[in-house]
């Protein structure tokens, strides 16, 4: 008898033990904010997934030797344009931050609207006894993911998903030179990535400042926008919208 009633108080302990838990069926505040959370985080993933899918659709893949949009939209080479500008294509070298060449051959390409405002900025520096040096320009869509294959970092490479302006022909890499092609002391050579090369950093003596100043205004009075970390890139501010392309220039 005893042990029955040890038994059935064991057991109804056990019971009570395991069925009066306190389980809290209400979310508290903290797991609501999480939810939430993971929610707004999951709509972002899919609106970014969804312009990168209408970029993806705007690129336009041009076989090699094509220019590309019609009615003068289409890419010109800059030198048939004007013997004024310098030339020092970095990626058909190996001087350059990935250390390999990447372009078959050195030529710049640009849209024509960008053509004519690159060589009316450089009219005005050629007054002033300086002249544009060019170090990148139209960069076809296909460099752009050879590139990001040797260096995925967001904050070197344009990521190809996306794109870059180069890649619409609408962006240049630049710096000024004297009229007799003798480097000008812009504060840090190309593709420096550091704050040094941003347009806000002041720790630079007074010649440096002014040489990036003379480059940005002008620029600027000719249709360019700048890019805070980079003093040498340039976006060509259009109403056309180019799109992303992947023509090939011949090379000799
Ligand atoms: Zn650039």
Known sequence: ???????????????????KVPVSIEPNTKTMALIEKSRALQLRGDKVEESLL?????IE?????KM????????????????????????????????????????????????????????????????????????PYSVQKKMWKIFPNPGYVADPKGGSIHNKGAAVDITLVKMDGSPVDMGTDF??????????????????IGHRKLLRETMKAHGFSTIRTEWWHYNFKSTIRYRISDFRWKCG
């Open 1 to 19: 008898m005893m042990t029955i009633k040890l038994l059935s108080f064991i057991f109804v302990t056990l019971f009570y033990s395991c069925t």
């Open 54 to 58: 209408k970029k993806k659709d705007s």
């Open 61 to 65: 893949v041009l076989e090699v030797g």
């Open 68 to 139: 590309g949009q019609s009615k003068g939209e289409g890419f010109i080479n800059i030198l048939e344009m004007s013997d004024d500008f310098v030339l020092d294509m970095r990626y058909a070298t190996s001087n350059n931050f990935l250390k390999e060449k990447v372009y078959d051959c050195a030529q710049c390409y640009v849209r024509k609207e960008v053509a004519n405002a690159l060589i009316g900025a450089n009219k005005d520096l050629i007054k002033k006894g300086y002249k544009i040096k060019l170090f990148d320009c139209y960069r």
């Open 191 to 208: 593709d420096h990535f550091g704050k040094e090369a941003h347009h806000a950093y002041s720790k630079l003596s007074k010649d440096v």
